[in-house]
């Protein structure tokens, strides 16, 4: 991956193309490799070929669901929000991968499903209380939905049920000031 990398930033995007090429060859399905081969295509092909592309082998239910993560990476990039959550879970009910629900979760919170994201972003919270990002979404759709105060009442039930997690004050206080608590 590194010499990969090395021969697109010396401006050998041929060699680096084809090294990652050959490399999958040994090395099948590798998810680094196949995320370094999709940026590359992408800048040889358009994005959407890739996608549509990807969008084919996603569907082939023997194909590692790499391919199905990278393809509704790629739909979210570009906007196609409901194809990324249905991509999403598609891969959520084959493997219960927690960050499948995690990016299932930023997608619906971004694509104005506020609502229907917000226990899904509960929910990771309590697995991983010190997940930054999952907290900013939640606060940003709290906010965006007016739900600021259910917002203060989780944090406050998830602070009791974490009190060493400091940083948890933080997230009240963002939400306390969003409706005029403090």
């Known amino acids: ?52 592309q990807l969008g084919r082998l996603s569907k082939i239910n023997t194909m590692p669901p790499i391919y199905k993560k990278i393809y509704a990476s790629l739909c979210r990039r570009i906007g196609q929000h409901e194809a990324a959550i249905k991509t999403y879970e598609k891969i959520e009910t084959a493997a219960g991968d927690m960050e499948i629900q995690r ?4 997608t619906l919170a971004k694509s104005g499903d506020e ?9 990771l919270m309590i697995l991983n209380p010190r997940d930054v990002h999952v907290h900013n979404c939640y606060g940003a759709a709290c906010a965006r939905i007016g ?34 608590k403090e």
């Open 103 to 106: 990016q299932k979760a930023f």
């Open 147 to 180: 739900e600021a105060e259910r917002g203060i009442t989780f944090y406050s039930s998830l602070l009791s049920r974490f009190p060493d997690k400091k940083n948890i004050h933080g997230y009240i206080k963002r939400l306390k000031k969003k409706v005029g």
């Open 1 to 52: 991956l590194y010499k990969i990398k090395a021969l697109k930033a010396t401006g050998k995007k041929d060699k680096a193309l084809t090294l990652c090429r050959d490399t999958l060859k040994q090395s099948p399905d590798t998810p680094a490799l196949l995320w370094e081969l999709t940026e590359m295509e992408i800048e040889e092909y358009g994005i959407e070929q890739v996608i549509q």
């Open 115 to 123: 609502a229907e994201a917000l226990p899904m972003l509960e929910e």
